[in-house]
């Protein structure tokens, strides 16, 4: 890939060091360095840090440029109350999951036949414990159990509302959606069934090609994301239009809902269309439509000049590790950006492999210990807004001050 200029804010600019939690980052041909050390003036830090900017504005000014937004994306979230307090409303984790799951009728029953997985609190395992048990004799307490915790689920991952605080994510969609149109869109996959980047698109005045078209009849279908968005003007030439970026969402999203075969968006589904946490994911990912996203990551890893940027996702799903490890050790023309908050701590195997691989000076790698609040910060902006995004937020302002 080749680097791209773009303007660099200087070490000088950083915010005060209380500002900054204690994250690192480790680039080609450097150790771990500690942002507090850069802030301190720190000369070779400092260096580091500049070097790990320019590799950032290279990635977000990269041809293909492909994101994989995990968990790590949708904690730390907050809303506001109505009394002005900010309040808490995260993406439930596993742990959560485990523990609403367990106030469920039928839960001691379910219990007897994942006792490893009660010990372990694993939710992936009770759940597919319970699946195996339906698939032998259809009991139907555990079925019973089994539908209450899909409910549980469906509900809890649904926080997302309008006095919810998503400025992380419209800061990094204006900075990795908001690209020069020669470049191909960016591609947006996230695991998380939440609806964080369609709100914050919608803040913005970000376009989103999601697989549900642009008619009124908004059924899913895979042949959308080859469409585009072009503006027409009077005597002019048609003109590719900017801030439009690709959502696919691997797992399903609390606002998918089956119907005759169809999966359309709605505000409260009958029939939800999620891939619920169990053992299954694997085989369910490449069944519709699902399928559709899994096979379009799948291509957008192959391409011979692709950034990919790995961000709140911890590793743990095979059918999504497995075809990133593949790219990763089949194309020489693929660059990863890894981004977590216990980088450089965590035993999981495959950021192991990727810390091995920057030890042994592949260029390819860059590791960020960091959350997703401060990446999106740290992530370089290459594009200005144009004359109507900046017309837009104007009237925007002015309107809502009234």
Known sequence: MTNATAEISPAEELPEASAFPPHRAKIAG???FDYQAVVAGD???????????????????????????????????????????????????????????AKLAGFEQASVIAPDSIERGDVEGLLSACQFQLALNGDPDISRFVRDAEAVILSLCSFIDGTTDLISHEVFLRKIARRQTRLSRTQVFTTNYDLAFEQAAERIRFHVIDGFGFGNQRA??????????????????????????????????VDWDEEDGEVRRVSMPRNPVLIYPSQDKYQLSFRPPYLESMSRFQMALRQPDVTLVVVGFGFNDAHIVAPIEAAIRSNIGLRVVVVGP??????????????????????????????????????????????????????ASVWASK
């Open 342 to 395: 216990e980088l450089s701590t965590t035993g999981n195997a495959t950021v192991q492999r990727l810390q091995r691989l920057l030890a042994s000076g592949d260029r390819r790698i860059t590791l960020v210990e960091t959350t997703f609040r401060e990446f999106s910060s740290l992530l370089p902006d290459t594009s200005p807004q144009d004359d109507r995004e900046l017309h837009d937020d104007r009237a």
């Open 43 to 101: 000369d070779v830090a400092q260096r580091q840090l500049q070097a790990l900017r320019e590799s950032l504005a290279s990635v977000v000014s990269a041809d293909q440029l492909v994101i994989l937004a995990g968990l790590g994306t949708s904690l730390g979230l907050q809303r506001s109350t109505a009394d002005g307090e900010a309040e808490d409303v995260a993406a439930p984790t596993m742990g959560t999951l485990f523990t609403e799951i």
């Open 220 to 253: 899913f279908d895979g042949s959308s994301f080859d469409m585009d968005i072009v503006r027409r003007r009077r005597g002019e030439t048609l003109m590719l239009e900017p801030n439009v970026f690709h959502l696919l969402k691997l797992h399903g999203s």
């Open 30 to 32: 450097s150790d771990w």
